[in-house]
């Protein structure tokens, strides 16, 4: 269940009908409730009260809105009781009906291990069906002939007269003997090392963890550990994950004149990147109005300065719209300096906050009335105005008004906004809006190139008898049971008309810590990185560049859907040529990026690239005839930005990314980001700002966009050598422990006869071989952790899928193959009959050969182990050595039972460890299965040295060699030298 888990105060309300309801005259209460059945929508209800006197004088209908639903799990603030009615309950509550499982996530890994599973099951299902033939067609041909095995006195399923059912019974016998070609534990042993690596290495890990909020990083599930070092894309969210989400008001545009002193951190790092030294003004002297929310400073606007400007009423205006157009509850006392404002997003906590510095301090607010107290050239005072009705801000509408009625008794809309949707409602016949439009949308693009979000504001005055008439129909529209966000949002097109610019905010949000290095690294490490953003194009760009996204020495690609010709027949209301015409021209731009790509490919130019795409052009490129072709230029960029991005597009360009085939990651930290992060191989919630949801939605949590870079490059890449290590040790250990058994059963004729003993042979996975599997997935590692930061090609790797890709899976189980054929053909031959211990004179028979060759396959599986280990710790001593001093205990301490319990074990050890050629086979067999192992694993790595020294680049030579230089200091390096020092 991914519910909003938000620090914010969401607005909820009484009915005023309702509102003064007391215990004393609740029991007169009475009414009818009117709703929409139970659905799983949290944001939205639709219902009616149908109130009865006393209440009201005569039956009234009134609409319920969803801020006067309460969810289950609430919690209550600024009010001590509340008096409600039950809507929905049990099953039918909107919060069950969203307690769905999210959406289930495997990695490509644990899909390999199905279909290798699958042929391990095809090859024990060949194994049978080749044994249980030949033994029957060899009990009906030759068994008869063997007088001495008893043929008239056979049992059923050895009987010649029956081949089917000694088919049948010989078969049941063989898949159990051959079982052990399955790794029951390897499920297990994975689950085993997950967990560890999720709450003890992810969890506990110091360089992921935020003090100032006190967050650790947390992973939610354990499938994905491996996940995280294959990664090659990432697809991020802008505000929140690369910037903190803590806004400031920083710049404004009021009729046209621009305010605002200060220099936002993205131009001092393009004046950085560019070369430039810009006067940066000393903020503390020059601000010494700034407080939380509040960063701005020109001597114009402080102070009741801004009444000595050209326009002080059309300033009045804009103040009192900053203070009047929320949904911000005031918490405290009513001192500028003690007020706290509740506000649904930090964008709208700025614009409070700056109304309150400028004069016009919001200091209480009910349902209908807001007060103001207004500092003014001529006095201060408390003004109350009436919230008449709030038309709500929405991803499609993308604007905010409020209607209030002022003291005067005038009527007025303020409205707040996109530039694009109040643009489209400015009274083109007034003078002053064409005159301001265009310098209004300089100063926008002006702040926008400096990184600043802007905000469009504009209001007008509603003729009292108009207002009463469309009030009916909005009265109406609340009303309405079927579509009634639709007609609402219809009726609310009608008034939001004939708007009177006044001006734009500008609001900075500063980058988080570390991000252009962390782009960077991951840059270096071959992650692609797409930004999905709903800034403008220009605001995105700039930002790019401050975090290192774009670099100048990237060649750039910009798409619009947007020109003369498009604007011009929109203007015509032609939108069907319109759409055709933009769809043509971005099929075009994107064709002609392909071929200069093409081109650039073609001449070896070593060149990175970054396309940036608008929000019109993105609607477009999305469709089924151009997806395509902007997936394969969007994947042959290394940055690519996204802007003016719904939430649905963020979902939509991230499942267009996944099925190019990339592992995807998306991380994000509002609920917008919750489509893309539930679509995505790999989410990551950032727990900030705007809530918990998208952390609720996500497999791993982080508080800071830096935090990726370990997560990435040190515990993602570890995680995918180790477990892909495990996982194809442990088929190599079983595959090769179970051919043993089947070999040998093959010079048995496949008549199921063990050479193993039972007690033993069931030992095997659960004690002698398991303790080794789970120290790799744990503590395994080639480099230290600081390597993995430093040299992040180190990460391709992972990418590549080196250690678990369909070569690397054969290697292993040819390897066990081989293995098995070795130590078979030489235990066999060795282990010959004509020996015997010296105190019995018995010969070896099939008890001791068994000890024999389980013996040596307990060492070779130990030392084809000890082959892969990079770097060696106490815990591999521990796990390897010791499961092979096990292996001897068990033999004298099971060997010491009474012969009844410990059977043809009885004192075995004694036998066998009284003849020479016993120790000289534990020796011989396993040396001489590693040395294939070893010259292959020499002739690799001379092989690839060889490579990187004749094709690799200056750098990659360089990296590879420090590289080296630390992997010098290992003990496997010890070893590796130690070994060809004697051969």
């Known amino acids: 269940?991914?519910?909003?888990?938000?620090?914010?105060?969401?607005?909820?309300?009484?009915?005023?009908?309702?509102?003064?309801?007391?215990?004393?005259?609740?029991?007169?209460?009475?009414?009818?409730?009117?709703?929409?059945?139970p659905n799983s929508r949290l944001y939205q209800f639709t219902g009616n009260f149908e109130a009865h006197p006393p209440l009201v004088p005569n039956i009234r209908q009134l609409p319920l809105s969803p801020a006067a639903i309460l969810l289950r799990g609430c919690s209550l603030r600024n009010t001590h009781r509340i008096f409600g009615l039950v809507i929905y309950a049990g099953h039918d509550t909107k919060i069950f009906m969203n307690a769905t499982q999210p959406p289930s996530k495997r990695s490509r890994i644990e899909r390999s291990v199905d279909r290798i599973i699958f042929f391990m099951f095809g090859l024990l299902f060949s194994m049978c069906l080749t044994g249980c033939i030949y033994f029957a067609w060899w009990t009906a041909n030759y068994m008869p002939q063997h007088w001495y095995l008893a043929p008239n006195e056979a049992p059923r399923e050895y009987d010649s007269a029956q081949p089917g059912i000694v088919a049948v019974t010989n078969f049941i016998t063989a898949f159990i003997l051959y079982g052990y070609l399955i790794p029951i534990a390897l499920y297990v042993s994975m689950e085993m090392v997950k967990i560890v690596q999720s709450l003890c290495f992810i969890g506990?890990?110091?360089?992921?963890?935020?003090?100032?909020?006190?967050?650790?990083?947390?992973?939610?599930?354990?499938?994905?550990?491996?996940?995280?070092?294959?990664?090659?894309?990432?697809?991020?969210?802008?505000?929140?994950?690369?910037?903190?989400?803590?806004?400031?008001?920083?710049?404004?545009?009021?009729?046209?004149?621009a305010y605002g002193a200060g220099i936002t951190e993205i131009e001092r790092n393009n004046a950085e990147r560019r070369g430039l030294k810009l006067d940066v003004p000393d903020e503390e002297a020059d601000n010494k109005y700034r407080e939380q929310y509040f960063n701005f400073y020109d001597d114009r606007l402080m102070g009741l300065e801004w009444a000595k400007q050209p326009h002080p009423d059309v300033i009045c205006q804009f103040f009192r719209l900053l203070a009047l157009c929320n949904t911000?509850?005031?918490?405290?006392?009513?001192?500028?300096?003690?007020?706290?404002?509740?506000?649904?997003?930090?964008?709208?906590a700025a614009l409070v906050v700056a109304a309150k510095v400028f004069g016009f301090f919001m200091i209480k607010r009910t349902n209908t009335i807001i007060t103001l107290r207004e500092r003014l050239p001529e006095s201060t005072r408390d003004v109350e105005y009436e919230v008449l009705n709030i038309l709500e801000f929405n991803s499609t509408r993308k604007r905010m008004s409020v209607i209030v009625r002022t003291p005067e008794d005038k009527i007025l809309l303020y409205c707040k906004g996109a530039d694009t949707v109040i643009y489209e409602r400015l009274d083109r016949k007034h003078k002053v809006n064409e005159e301001l439009k265009e310098v209004t949308l300089q100063h926008m693009e002006e702040f926008g190139s400096a990184g600043l979000r802007t905000l469009c504001l504009a209001y007008t005055e509603l003729d009292p008898r108009f207002y009463d008439e469309w009030n009916e129909q909005f009265i109406e529209a609340k009303l309405s049971l079927v579509d009634r966000q639709a007609r609402v949002d219809a009726v609310g097109e009608q008034v939001e008309k004939n708007l009177q610019l006044l001006g734009c905010t500008a609001i900075e949000d500063k980058l988080q810590e570390g991000v252009p290095?962390?782009?960077?690294?991951?840059?270096?490490?071959?992650?692609?990185?797409?930004?999905?953003?709903?800034?403008?194009?220009?605001?995105?760009?700039?930002?790019?560049?401050?975090?290192?996204?774009?670099?100048?020495?990237?060649?750039?690609?910009?798409?619009?859907?947007?020109?003369?010709?498009?604007?011009?027949?929109?203007?015509?209301?032609?939108?069907?040529?319109?759409?055709?015409?933009?769809?043509?021209?971005?099929?075009?731009?994107?064709?002609?990026?392909?071929?200069?790509?093409?081109?650039?490919?073609?001449?070896?130019?070593?060149?990175?690239?970054?396309?940036?795409?608008?929000?019109?052009?993105?609607?477009?490129?999305?469709?089924?005839?151009?997806?395509?072709?902007?997936l394969e230029v969007g994947v042959k960029c290394a940055a690519v930005l996204c802007c003016r991005v719904s939430p649905l597009q963020k979902a939509q360009v991230t499942a267009l990314v996944k099925t190019w085939g990339d592992t995807t990651l998306a991380i994000g930290d509002g609920a917008n980001d919750v489509g893309m992060i539930q679509k995505a191989h790999i989410g990551v919630g950032i727990s900030g700002q705007e809530?918990?949801?998208?952390?609720?939605?996500?497999?791993?949590?982080?508080?800071?966009?830096?935090?990726?870079?370990?997560?990435?490059?040190?515990?993602?890449?570890?995680?995918?050598?180790?477990?892909?290590?495990?996982?194809?040790?442990?088929?190599?250990?079983?595959?090769?422990?179970?051919?043993?058994?089947?070999?040998?059963n093959a010079f048995t004729l496949f008549s199921g006869q063990p050479i193993y003993n039972d007690f033993y042979m069931t030992l095997f996975n659960v004690i002698f071989t398991a303790a080794a599997p789970l120290v790799i997935g744990w503590f395994d590692r080639d480099l230290d952790k600081g390597c993995g930061l430093r040299f992040p090609f180190l990460y391709k790797e992972g990418q590549q899928n080196l250690y678990f890709s369909l070569p690397a899976i054969v290697g292993w189980l040819g390897t066990a193959l081989l293995h098995a054929a070795l130590v078979v053909a030489m235990v066999l031959t060795g282990a010959d009959s004509i020996d015997s211990d010296r105190k019995t004179g018995r010969i070896w028979s099939s008890p001791q050969d068994g000890v024999i060759m389980f013996t040596v396959v307990i060492i070779t599986v130990h030392l084809q182990l000890s082959m892969i280990i990079d770097q060696w710790m106490w815990m591999h001593h521990v796990a390897i050595w010791g499961s092979i001093v096990l292996w001897f205990l068990f033999l004298l301490a099971y060997g010491a039972f009474p012969i009844e319990l410990s059977t043809d074990l009885h004192h075995i050890i004694d036998s066998v460890a009284a003849i020479p050629s016993y120790w000289l086979m534990i020796v011989v067999v396993p040396i001489t299965c590693m040395l294939p192992v070893f010259f292959f694993r020499a002739i690799k790595r001379w092989v690839s040295c060889n490579i990187v020294r004749h094709h690799g680049s200056a750098r990659l030579l360089t990296d590879t060699k420090q590289a080296l230089q630390q992997a010098k200091q290992t003990a496997v390096h010890w070893l590796v030298q130690t070994i060809c020092w004697a051969v």
């Open 691 to 744: 809530g918990m949801q998208a952390a609720m939605a996500s497999d791993f949590t982080i508080a800071q966009f830096r935090f990726l870079t370990p997560l990435l490059l040190v515990h993602g890449r570890l995680s995918y050598k180790r477990i892909t290590r495990m996982i194809s040790f442990l088929f190599y250990k079983n595959l090769f422990y179970g051919s043993t058994i089947f070999v040998y």
């Open 517 to 630: 290095q962390c782009i960077k690294t991951l840059a270096h490490a071959g992650i692609r990185l797409w930004v999905l953003t709903g800034d403008k194009m220009e605001t995105a760009i700039n930002i790019g560049y401050a975090c290192s996204l774009i670099t100048d020495d990237m060649t750039q690609f910009q798409l619009t859907g947007s020109s003369a010709e498009v604007e011009q027949l929109e203007a015509e209301s032609r939108m069907e040529e319109a759409t055709q015409l933009s769809a043509q021209r971005l099929e075009s731009q994107l064709i002609k990026v392909q071929h200069t790509i093409a081109e650039d490919q073609q001449a070896k130019v070593a060149t990175s690239y970054a396309l940036i795409i608008d929000g019109k052009a993105l609607l477009y490129a999305l469709s089924p005839r151009l997806r395509q072709l902007f």
């Open 328 to 348: 911000a509850i005031p918490d405290g006392p009513p001192i500028p300096e003690q007020m706290h404002y509740e506000a649904e997003s930090p964008d709208e």
């Open 204 to 257: 506990l890990d110091r360089s992921m963890y935020h003090a100032e909020t006190d967050t650790p990083a947390v992973a939610r599930t354990s499938n994905l550990n491996e996940e995280l070092g294959m990664v090659n894309t990432i697809l991020s969210d802008k505000t929140g994950t690369l910037t903190r989400n803590v806004m400031e008001y920083f710049k404004c545009s009021i009729a046209g004149e």
């Open 1 to 37: 269940m991914q519910l909003d888990g938000e620090t914010n105060l969401k607005i909820k309300k009484t009915l005023d009908e309702t509102k003064d309801l007391r215990h004393d005259s609740i029991s007169d209460f009475k009414g009818l409730v009117t709703c929409e059945p």
